[in-house]
């Protein structure tokens, strides 16, 4: 397999993850927040507090959008959570 379609290959399974993860989290936001969900993904309250499923998820949901960014766009794209 060529180099470049290794690279395409590890960048589609890095979205995929990414997908999941941010699937799961929205989920969770969804049944957390009901109708508010979509506002308080934005917020500090949507990243939930230090040992709740909704900080595992997003602390997930984070790792995977930053591997799929470094992957995908090299680290001048991949600043740190400033939320």
């Given at each position: 397999m060529s180099e470049v379609k290794e690279m395409k290959n590890e960048q589609y399974e890095l979205t995929q993850i990414f997908s999941l993860a941010d699937a799961a989290w929205s989920a969770e936001l969804s049944r957390l927040f009901k109708k508010n969900a979509g506002d308080v993904r934005y917020k500090k309250e949507g990243q939930g507090t230090p040992g709740t499923l909704l900080n595992?998820?997003?602390?997930?949901?984070?790792?995977?959008?930053?591997?799929?960014?470094?992957?995908?766009?090299?680290?001048?794209?991949?600043?740190?959570?400033?939320?």
């Open positions: 595992s998820l997003f602390i997930a949901r984070e790792a995977a959008r930053a591997q799929w960014e470094q992957t995908t766009f090299g680290s001048k794209f991949n600043p740190p959570l400033t939320r």
